[in-house]
């Protein structure tokens, strides 16, 4: 069930869904160009940058991913920034949607916790029109936001909380599923709507609209749940930037070998794509 007003897709267990792309990351481990752009599949990634260490597929062990092998993501200095991208995903229409997916475990202990990374984004413009936020919290936890960073304050950061400023922090080494859902509402001007879902590994729901918050200065509380307006770009939509690290600074504090881990990444354009299902890809 929706957590807007206005949009009314169902969820939909995953495998039913037409999926955009479907990353698993399943052909192989290591570092080869092929392998981090898992181009066993219908859609890969477009492009690879990696220096020695930055971005590995690993096989999941005992992390708790569903799927076989996952990306491992090392945050330090060295090395360098690494990414995966894709430009050339479908154009986006008014009244279409984007879904995407992703199940992530943060691992990063750093010196200085409470500085922002944005590790996958949209990236055609500048500023970006979505952006997926993460911050060390302390031992146990981290801190997780969405950025709509070409929408005017106070509504540009929408924080996981359970009130405006008191924030819910999730555990570290844990395997979370979180869903994602862009709507191009309408045209003149522009109208974008955005939805959030997070579960646990066994599906099911934690958290989802009403629990992300406004963070803007002065700004008075409400959330994702009272529907409000965003700006995006729809060309934005075509692309999605996956990195290891990324934020000014972010890493400048992490002084051991530390990791993110992701797998079943997914995009789909007419439902949530729901859990992972082995053997999915885009069709």
């Keep these: 069930m929706s957590d807007s007003n206005t949009m009314t897709f169902e969820f939909t267990a995953g495998g039913s869904v037409a999926l955009l792309m479907a990353t698993d990351w399943g052909q192989g481990t290591g570092t080869t160009d092929a392998i981090l752009r898992n181009t066993a599949k219908t859609v890969p990634w477009d492009t690879v940058s990696s220096t020695a260490g930055g971005l590995e597929v690993i096989a999941t062990g005992g992390l708790g991913f569903p799927t076989v092998n996952c990306l491992r993501a090392q945050w330090n200095i060295p090395p360098g920034l690494a ?9 986006i229409a008014v009244g279409e949607h984007r879904y995407y997916r992703l199940y992530h475990i943060f691992s990063v202990d750093t010196t200085n916790p409470g500085n922002w990374a944005h590790p996958i984004e949209s990236t055609q413009t500048d500023p970006n029109s979505w952006v997926f936020n993460v ?28 009130s405006k400023d008191n924030y819910i922090e999730l555990a570290k080494d844990t395997v979370y599923r979180i869903e994602w859902h862009v709507h191009y509402e309408s045209t003149g001007p522009d109208v974008w709507r955005l939805e959030v879902r997070i579960y646990d590994v066994n599906d099911a729901l934690l958290y989802s609209n009403a629990n992300f918050y406004n963070t803007g200065n002065g700004a008075a509380a409400r959330t994702l749940a009272d529907n409000p307006t965003l700006s995006m770009t729809a060309l934005d939509l075509r692309t999605v930037d996956f990195t290891n690290r990324s934020g000014a600074g972010s890493w400048d504090f992490v002084t051991s070998t530390e990791y993110s881990y992701y797998a079943g990444w997914a995009i789909g354009a007419e439902d949530w794509c729901g859990p992972y299902v082995s053997g999915e890809d885009a069709t």
Excluded: E, M, S, Y
């Design 135 to 162: 911050a060390d919290k302390d031992a146990d936890g981290w801190n997780f936001r969405f950025l709509a960073d070409q929408t005017a304050a106070p509504d540009t950061q929408w924080q996981l909380a359970v």
């Design 83 to 91: 990414g995966l991208q894709i430009t050339t995903l479908p154009a």
